[in-house]
């Protein structure tokens, strides 16, 4: 649910702040905000951007978009390149052919891998006669989009999407949340797409990422106030410079007050705390005393703790990934 304000509370920035590139330059305006599905539940799932495109128009905006959403990337190459003859409309070229034969397949010369990691999939293609080009077809026929949401996007001289994406819905395999189209203008600019890409909500969940000198470790961190204040703090990157302590952890100064609510506590190797409201604290042994629990290393065993810890003073790094 909060994916879904978010989305709603960007749409409404956006018509607001980019009141031309709303109206005209990318028909947003067409996506389906009543029927959208929530996107994106598992933060750690993927997106996937798939198109196709014969002089790039497309391929420009699926590069754009992956870049603004970290997206992966795949191309639907066609088995028989097209020629500019083959593209050469109203000439009864192989594309008008294939465009007025319902039954055209054109054959693509490879496939992704995998879809199983991908919980969102955009589909670009070029408008060619009103519809999207056969070798969609032939892609949404073969590709398993079970469970995903799909978000097509095409681009065109001066025709609208009409029911190009609609067309492929209707033909594809298993049971997906189709998005509504939408077209990007000619004259959107790559700020436009990017801004309407990030507008969808889409972007993964950063966690806090921990370096132990140059070892990064696994966290299961808290969900406490402390915890998101020192996410804030670790957004622009933060070292903390360690010092050995009592046989048992390594402290250091965080260089702000954190808000904190201590209670006595008995830690355990792996445990990390804040104490006194501006100190981190990583243990590789036990102690008791009054802490805030921060999270807990899970990847290191107590004889890794103390061989990462117990070998002299160390500097932890903290960052937003
Ligand atoms: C076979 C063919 C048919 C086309 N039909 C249309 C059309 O019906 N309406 C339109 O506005 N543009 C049409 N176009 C133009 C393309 O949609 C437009 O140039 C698109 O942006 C090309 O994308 P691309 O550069 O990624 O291939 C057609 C182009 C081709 C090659």
Redesign the pocket.
Known sequence: MKKLTAFLAALVLCAAVLPAFAADAVSSATLNITELPEIRENPDAKILVIYF???????AAARTIADALDADVFEAVPEIPYSEAD?A?YTNCR??KE?ADSSARPAISAWPDSMEQYSTVFIGY?????QAPKILYTLVEGIDLDGKTVIPFC?????GAGSSAKNLQAVSAGEAEWLDVTRINNRSTAEDIRAWALSLGLEGEKTMKMMIGSTPVEVKWEDNDSVAALKELAAGGLEIRMSMYGGFEQVGPIGSRLPSSDVQTVTNSGDIVLYSGSQLVVFYGSNSWAYTRLGHITDKTPEEMKTLLGNGDVTITLSMD
């Open positions: 495109s014969t002089d790039d128009t497309v391929k593209l409309y594309a008008d465009q070029p408008i060619w006669h009103g681009t065109s001289a001066s025709s």
